[in-house]
């Protein structure tokens, strides 16, 4: 297991009588993308969501294994601890960002790491030299409402990454963009992972985004149904 990241076994969850997982398995290896397809309802999110322990799983369990050699259970943890877990060492990327709109785009930025205990000034630096590399020189204090679509999403992907998180989880972070724009932010975000020697994990609904990943699994009534690489996606 050296070479994964994350692994994850019998994942099984529920809403009420809905069944959102089914036994799933899944295992990431360290510095790949993985896309995660489905229909909707077909537990892709629950999925990211369990891996990422923002909710936990009824049934199995989540390892993550970051490069330091630690091996760490996530579904083992506390609501604190996955907190923990979360704030410092996962990255996370949304639909529409999730981005404070009264904080100008540098702020956005700074915060993780000021509530991680770094300086203002610090954390400020650190942010604006990753808008910068993300094409935002010059916007650091737009606020996010003055940004298009495009440049709040890698205003998102600078704070996923601001942190050193090894691993990045997106939810959709394409899906409210145009084409033209969602290329360009999978640039950003496949720039700023993979291209770092970092992990990503991406639900997506988006064929395009998937055949850009290292590997595609799709989802149908909350278990794993099938396992593609780009060829397969790209030719099939």
Not at 73 to 83: C, Q
Not at 145 to 168: F, K
Not at 189 to 202: D, F, I
Request: hydrophobic share 45%; glycine share 10%; proline share 3%.
């Amino acid at each position: 297991m050296s070479d994964l990241v994350l692994h994850a076994h019998s994942l099984f969850k529920s809403y009420g009588p809905t069944r959102a997982l089914a036994g799933v398995d899944v295992q990431v290896r360290r510095g790949e993308s993985l896309a995660i397809m489905g229909a909707s309802g077909s537990g892709k999110t629950t999925l990211l969501h369990v891996l990422a322990g923002i909710v936990n799983s009824e049934t199995g369990g989540v390892v993550f294994a970051p490069a330091t050699g630690e091996r760490i259970d996530v579904t083992g943890l506390s609501e604190t601890g996955r907190s923990k877990l979360r704030r410092e060492r996962f990255g996370f990327v949304f639909q529409q960002g999730l981005l404070i709109p009264e904080l100008t785009a540098i702020e956005n930025v700074a915060l993780s790491l000021m509530i991680n205990g770094m300086k203002r000034q610090d954390a400020t630096n650190h942010a604006a030299s990753w808008l910068h590399a993300l094409g935002l020189a010059g916007m650091e204090d737009r606020r996010i409402g003055e940004l298009s679509g495009g440049q709040a999403q890698r205003v998102a992907i600078a704070r996923a990454q601001v942190t050193g998180a090894e691993l990045i989880f997106a939810d959709e972070p394409t899906g409210a963009l145009d084409s033209q724009t969602s290329t360009e932010v999978m640039d950003a975000l496949l720039w700023s992972t993979t291209g770092q020697g970092r992990t990503l994990v991406v639900v997506t609904h988006d064929p395009q985004v998937a055949a850009r990943c290292s590997r595609t699994l799709r989802m149908s009534d909350g278990a794993v149904a099938a396992e593609t690489a780009p060829a397969a996606e790209v030719h099939a």
